[in-house]
């Protein structure tokens, strides 16, 4: 175990453990429901917290880069 792991209490483990696979989850049943590469935001989403939920919120559940497809044209 390294220094850093020494010093964490056990429960702060656990915590983390269960943070983790809990925003995973999430974001790998939201992105295969939209269809949005949900193999790639889960595996994500098991590395690191909470970036890849801010990412993912951003992107895909807000407007900020959705295209504008009911704008006709020729």
Not at 2 to 8: N, R
Not at 30 to 49: E, F, T
């Amino acid at each position: 175990m390294t220094e850093v792991t020494k010093q964490l209490p056990p429960w702060a483990l656990v915590l983390l453990t269960l943070v983790l696979l809990s925003q995973s989850t999430f974001i790998f049943l939201d992105a295969r429901k939209r269809a949005k590469y949900p193999w790639l935001w889960g595996m994500w989403g098991l590395i690191q917290a909470p970036m890849p939920l801010i990412v993912y919120w951003i992107v895909y559940r807000t407007k900020w880069f959705r295209s504008n497809k009911k704008q006709g044209g020729t």
